[in-house]
């Protein structure tokens, strides 16, 4: 089993930043893939920015392509979404997902590991 811990989560204003944080324990490593999703009120969740741990290889989402990166301390077994130049559209609660060996980075049904969430509010 593995855990997943979100922190870093808050309100900001359009413009500004946010970085949150995913820490995983547990039979950490079985995980091969962490991302990031986010689901909105009334929307499905989506996929938002993923890694493979191993390599570094990473996808984004067209909607955060160029403001939203995904790192990792692999000594901490933590990831971090760092988000910059966030908008309204923004607004969702995050989760932090983890996966062994996958096909589709960004597609939610691909994860087996799920944390809590952490919700992030963005005012115009």
């Known amino acids: 089993q593995v855990q997943l811990v979100e922190s870093g989560g808050g309100s900001v204003q359009a413009g500004g930043s946010l970085r949150l944080s995913c820490a995983a324990s547990g039979y950490t490593n079985s995980i091969a893939y962490m991302g990031w999703f986010r689901q909105a009120p009334g929307k499905e969740r989506e996929g938002v920015v993923s890694?493979?741990?191993?390599?570094?290889?990473?996808h984004s989402a067209d909607s955060v392509e160029g403001r939203f990166t995904i790192s990792q301390d692999k000594a901490k077994n933590t990831v971090y979404l760092q988000m910059n130049n966030l908008n309204s559209e923004d607004t969702a609660m995050y989760y932090c997902?983890?996966?062994?060996?996958?096909?589709?980075?960004?597609?939610?049904?691909?994860?087996?590991?799920w944390g809590q969430g952490t919700q992030v509010t963005v005012s115009s």
């Open positions: 997902a983890a996966s062994g060996l996958l096909n589709w980075p960004l597609r939610e049904d691909e994860y087996k590991y």
């Open positions: 890694m493979d741990i191993g390599v570094g290889f990473t």
